[in-house]
């Protein structure tokens, strides 16, 4: 090797080192970019000539930039739809970058709702996922996620599930008068069901002790709800009777009539009133509901099925990524699913900028999938993975090429040095 040659050979030295550094400055200085992922300089040595069949070395070069995708910490925000993803997977987001549309990966969960009620993140690029539609059923493949617009349908009640004891003492009153229920009944308590428009209504059931631990039930309301009934007045929507052992179980239930025509609803709406795991006709126990015993009577759990229409004011998201809706009527239902992507060489995933990543033919096709499935990590709703630098480790490394760098500098001014004493032989 040539002394002119070790010049080069410095110098190629210098050039590697430079770039690592500038790699190493990179991620000092994304130590704070949500999601970011650390890169690591690679280096290659560099062949030159050739003395007595070896080849000779003639530096260096920086070889590559490898992507580290280690796990960064997660930070709580609090955020709705702040996401982090907890071990494998990249969100994917759609859209426009750069002026190119396309398909995008990140691990940044910074997500927010846009004017038309999609989920996009920083840039405006539509997260994906699987849709869920009112029933439940999620959809075979991935799009948009829009959360906005959506809304609970009311629904009709068709099961009242009543838990009470009847005193087992009480004496039978009068025979029941439908227009004085208070004077012919022993005891009353109320619910609320809903018709198919999803108009609260309620009603009132009445029990009217007969002897040998049998009861009749009525089930009453007003009558200016119903079609052609008279406001002020109670009117009977259903009826039917109880029948208790002598140990105070409930031995069978049935129901005589059950029917109800609220105003602009479905006519004919049958609400089925279940008193408990009566033994003859559920063939229970008879004491997992409605009992009689001695004591006075009390209503002691009513489970009625059906809710009235309702708006979408909060979502919660799952651990498999799961984005569920809570409305303004109680009820809460699942929206959506996130999607996570895995790539079999994510290492070679193109840098886009702002946190994306591109496939590319080295990583090949992603692999998409929802949340917490096929090894792909699990979702933290309300927070953020941070950057996986670690600064201590940067700036460590960053001195050691530093002092790479400073003895690539020695060699190229020593054979400097070496090249004027050869210039100065002839003077």
Do not use: C
């Not at 996620?145 to 009153?173: E, K």
């Not at 018709?195 to 631990?213: E, P």
């Not at 290492?347 to 999938?369: F, H, I, K």
């Amino acid at each position: 090797m040539s002394i002119l040659t070790s010049l080069y050979t410095g110098a190629s030295g210098m050039g590697a080192h430079g770039g690592a550094i500038g790699i190493v400055g990179d991620n000092i200085a994304n130590v704070s970019t949500v999601g970011y992922k650390r890169a690591r300089a690679g280096f290659a040595d560099v062949l030159g000539g050739s003395l007595r069949g070896q080849r000779l070395g003639a530096g260096v070069r920086l070889g590559g930039v490898d992507q580290q995708f280690e796990q960064g910490s997660v930070q709580q925000t609090g955020g709705t739809l702040d996401l982090a993803i907890r071990g494998r997977g990249m969100f994917t987001v759609s859209g426009t970058h750069d002026g190119r549309s396309a398909q995008y990966y990140t691990r940044d969960g910074r997500f927010a709702l846009d004017n038309a009620g999609y989920v996009v993140d920083a840039r405006g690029l539509r997260l994906q996922g699987y849709v869920t539609d009112p029933s439940g059923v999620a959809a075979t493949a991935p799009s948009d996620l829009q959360l906005a617009g959506h809304a609970s349908p009311p629904v009709a009640t068709a099961i009242a599930n009543v838990s009470l004891n009847l005193d087992a003492g009480a004496t039978p009153p009068a025979a029941w008068d439908p227009a004085n229920p208070q004077a012919t009944s022993n005891y009353a308590t109320s619910a609320t069901v809903y018709d198919s428009l999803g108009t609260a209504h309620r009603v009132d059931l009445y029990f009217r002790a007969q002897s040998g631990g049998a009861w009749e039930w009525h089930a009453m309301v007003d009558g200016g709800e119903l079609t052609g009934g008279t406001a002020g007045v109670a009117a009977e929507i259903a009826s039917g009777a109880l029948q208790f052992t002598t140990a105070g179980a409930l031995d069978t239930e049935t129901t005589t009539a059950s029917s109800a025509d609220f105003v602009g609803a479905t006519a004919g709406q049958a609400i089925g009133f279940d008193f408990g795991d009566a033994i003859t006709t559920d063939a229970g126990t008879g004491l997992a509901g409605s009992t009689q015993f001695a004591g006075a009577s009390a209503v002691n759990a009513l489970d009625v099925d059906g809710h009235g229409f309702g708006a979408l004011v909060d979502v919660v998201i799952d651990e498999d990524g799961t984005i569920a809706g809570v409305f303004d009527n109680g009820e809460t239902r699942a929206l959506a699913r996130v999607a996570l992507a895995m790539f079999g060489n994510e290492e070679s995933l193109a840098r886009a900028g702002d946190g994306l990543y591109a496939e590319t033919s080295a990583s090949g096709q992603p692999l998409l999938a929802a949340a917490a499935t096929g090894g792909r990590g699990a979702i933290s709703g309300g927070a953020l993975e941070g950057s996986n630098v670690e600064l201590g480790d940067e700036l460590v490394t960053l001195i050691a090429y530093q002092r790479a760098f400073q003895a690539n500098v020695k060699t190229v001014t020593t054979a400097d040095e070496m090249l004027a004493e050869i210039a100065s032989i002839k003077r």
